[in-house]
């Protein structure tokens, strides 16, 4: 056996003891002490997909800004279990792309959002925005609150910068096309709801979005 083979049979020896038993610190302490982040994002396309689980998964809980393209192109892997495990590993990501600076001040505007503290939320994302421009989820929080405050055209312009940042980020293409549906123009929300579809297969509503739309869309 090489050793490439070798640390992949390591790797999901500790993830299957993590299924068994849910010992995540014991996870992360055994797979960042054997493993670095790159030698996980190349195991993300091993031809094994029991490999490419405990991939996605260690690096969901390790890994930071660099390792989102990896994760993202897991979200439309063969396997379903790589997939689920992948759109976790995505948000855990995207959340913490730039450290646990701005990741905490992300967490407060959530909170004042679950809230519905929108005008708080709003000033503090603004805020992350100027700071870190490049921090994808601050981009579509701030399209969220728009949307809920029924400013879609501002919805959609915020949005289509998160996804200018990240082309793997599959809500901002969703939320664009829900932007189109409150606006009455069904053709547009269509291509995309299929943008959103394509990067990640698993949303199940967004699915159903494309079935009706389709239907309804001129031959």
């Known amino acids: 056996m090489n050793e490439q083979s070798c640390q992949a049979s390591q790797l999901v020896l500790w993830y ?5 038993h849910g010992k995540s610190a014991a996870f992360v302490s055994s797979v960042s002490v054997r493993y670095s982040v790159v030698t996980m ?3 993300t396309t091993a031809a094994d997909h029991e490999v490419r689980r405990a991939a996605v998964l260690a690096l969901g809980m390790l890994g930071g800004g660099e390792s989102i393209a990896a994760v993202g192109e897991c979200l439309r892997d063969p396997d379903r279990c790589v997939r689920l495990v992948a759109e976790i590993a995505f948000a855990d990501l995207t959340r913490r792309q730039l450290g646990m600076g701005p990741c905490q001040q992300l967490d407060i505007a959530r909170r004042h959002m ?4 929108y005008q708080k939320a709003s000033s503090l994302l603004e805020e992350l925005t100027e700071t870190w421009p490049e921090y994808t989820d601050a981009w579509h929080l701030r399209s969220v ?3 809920c405050a029924g400013k879609y055209q501002s919805a959609m312009r915020t949005a289509r910068k998160a996804v200018q940042l990240n082309e793997y980020y599959f809500a901002a293409y969703a939320l664009q096309a829900r932007c189109y549906l409150e ?3 069904p053709d547009h929300a269509l ?3 299929k943008k959103s579809l394509a990067v990640n297969p698993s ?3 967004i699915c159903s979005f494309v079935e009706v739309l389709s239907r309804r869309a001129p031959p």
């Not at 679950?114 to 503290?117: K, T």
């Open 183 to 185: 606006l009455d123009q």
């Open 145 to 147: 609150i728009y949307f």
């Open 41 to 43: 994002q190349r195991m």
């Open 114 to 117: 679950d809230g519905y503290r």
């Open 16 to 20: 299957r003891e993590y299924l068994e």
């Open 203 to 205: 949303q199940s509503s």
């Open 191 to 193: 291509p995309y709801f």
